[in-house]
């Protein structure tokens, strides 16, 4: 197919995401555009947990080490949470229901787990909203955006699994174990970082990767459809491919560049 064909097409596609994000952030929560709804503040301790659930509609989610296991969470009427801790996991779930247009909606809910603390599994789904992890350590990690964006810092997993539907993924100073990273549109930017076997795709949005340690016995394939590859600054057009045993690095973007150094 003809690269123009190719452009009009992700054109398009593009345009329908936008819209249907668009509507779907207003017109399925009702987030109006003037008044706020009344804001209802909780903030407790929980018991102690290795294992964390949280599956949500519209929230912001961010979870940090700290100095107890902590939970607190603003939220507009109707955006509520259910938690519960039970054999060493703490699951965390919302259901919104529908606004009157004009009424502003949100949640945001903050969980902080001792530093030391290392978890067996932290799983997080949201269907509107942004997730940020910070200096938490756990055998597997699995996040998943529809509409947001995930922030990773100072992390350390054994296994990864980042994704996000329409936002950025940004990870930073972090181990990621064996990892597969996924953004249908918008940027996967991983600074400083450390990695075993390390899978990307990005659908729409270029992708930019600065290693932690040293990839030359590495097997390693960049591919970039509609864009341009360049490693460690120098350019090797839409492709590049090389042989090693070390791990295995695999890049592909539909729509932008991938850029790694090392």
């Excluded at 407790?44 to 290795?50: I, P, Q, T, V």
Aim: proline share 0%; net charge negative.
């Amino acid at each position: 197919m003809k690269r123009s064909v190719w452009i009009m097409i992700i054109t398009v596609i593009t345009a329908c995401c936008v819209i249907g994000g668009t509507f779907y952030h207003i017109f399925r929560y009702e987030k109006g555009f003037w008044g706020n709804g009344e804001i209802t503040d909780m903030s407790l301790d929980l018991e102690a947990f290795d294992a964390l659930s949280v599956d949500a509609d519209l929230m912001d989610v961010t979870i940090a080490a700290g100095e107890r296991f902590h939970l607190s969470c603003q939220h507009t009427d109707g955006l509520g949470i259910t938690y519960e801790v039970k054999d060493g996991k703490l699951a965390i779930r919302q259901r919104a229901y529908r606004r009157r247009l004009g009424v502003n909606n949100e949640c945001v809910l903050t969980l902080t787990i001792p530093e030391q603390t290392a978890m067996r599994v932290v799983d997080v789904h949201t269907a509107l909203g942004n997730i940020r992890l910070e200096g938490i350590s756990a055998s597997e990690c699995g996040l998943l955006c529809n509409m947001g964006s995930n922030t990773i810092k100072k992390c350390s997993f054994d296994k990864s699994d980042l994704n996000t539907n329409m936002g950025e993924i940004s990870v930073s100073d972090t181990d990621l174990g064996d990892s597969e990273v996924n953004n249908d549109m918008g940027e996967i930017d991983i600074d400083d970082c450390a990695f075993g076997d390390l899978a990307i795709t990005a659908a729409m949005g270029g992708v930019t990767i600065g290693a932690a340690h040293t990839l030359e016995d590495y097997d390693m394939e960049l591919v970039a459809d509609l864009g341009s590859v360049h490693v460690n600054n120098r350019s090797e057009s839409t492709h590049f491919r090389q042989s090693g045993d070390a791990g295995k690095l695999s890049v592909n973007t539909s729509v932008g560049s991938v850029r790694l150094s090392y």
